[in-house]
């Protein structure tokens, strides 16, 4: 009886394999050849998963992304298990996307790569601003959501202050990159920490109420 190909995970190995490249090389590091050597797979093979280099750049980064996504599912489904307030929730989400260690690190370069490469293309271009539009829809719902908690003031917008923490996310993932083991003689996990739960305070200045039953109250 003929194998029935795997391509996903033909597509998979292909972008763990692109990913690990651009981590220890950068965009010049992927090649068709290199690409397949680090796969273990043949050269045919990758092109025809990926004709061209922005298709498997466009690949990883989705990948990338998924693995992100899971990650921050988890923390949602974690914070909502043990009954965890919206920010704290969102703290845990934000620090995700933080280049605090080497998976991290690597699935920053990579994001960092793509977007450097979409400049010039306008298909990746398009991909990229989705994502980013996808970060502040997120963040806005989770704002919104701490609206209907009470932890949000009635009054606040939750769209300026989503592109607010979402460039604030960017900006200091790009800082600890930079400088991974310490920011001024300070652990970079413990300045991330400190920069996001400053500048969740400033957006969620209530208690949250989800939790409290009416004999609480």
């Known amino acids: 009886m003929p194998r029935t190909a795997d391509h ?12 690990e490249l651009i981590s220890e090389g950068g965009l010049d590091a992927v090649t068709v050849a290199r690409t397949a050597e680090s796969a273990g797979i043949s050269v045919g093979l990758v092109q025809h998963y990926f004709p061209t280099k922005d298709g498997m ?21 974690g914070g909502v298990e043990h009954r965890r307030p919206i920010s704290r929730v969102l703290a845990g989400a934000m620090a995700e996307l933080i280049p605090m ?27 990229d601003a989705r994502a980013a539009q996808v970060l502040r829809g997120d963040i806005a719902q989770a704002v919104h959501n701490g609206k209907e908690c009470g932890e949000v003031a009635a009054d606040l917008d939750p769209w300026p202050a989503a592109v607010r923490l979402a460039a604030v996310t960017e900006g200091l993932s790009m800082q600890v990159y930079r400088d991974f083991a310490y920011v001024n003689g300070v652990s970079a996990a413990d300045v991330a920490a400190s920069i996001i739960d400053s500048e969740l305070a400033a957006v969620f200045t209530g208690e949250c109420l989800q939790y409290t039953s009416k004999d609480d109250a």
């Open 101 to 127: 260690d080497e998976t991290r690190r690597t699935e920053f370069r990579v994001s960092r790569v793509f977007a450097g490469r979409s400049l010039d293309v306008p298909a990746l271009a398009d991909v």
């Open 57 to 77: 750049l466009l690949h990883a980064f989705e990948h990338v992304s998924a693995r992100i996504r899971s990650r921050i599912e988890e923390r949602i489904s």
């Open 8 to 19: 996903e995970g033909r597509r998979r190995q292909i972008a763990v394999a692109v990913c």
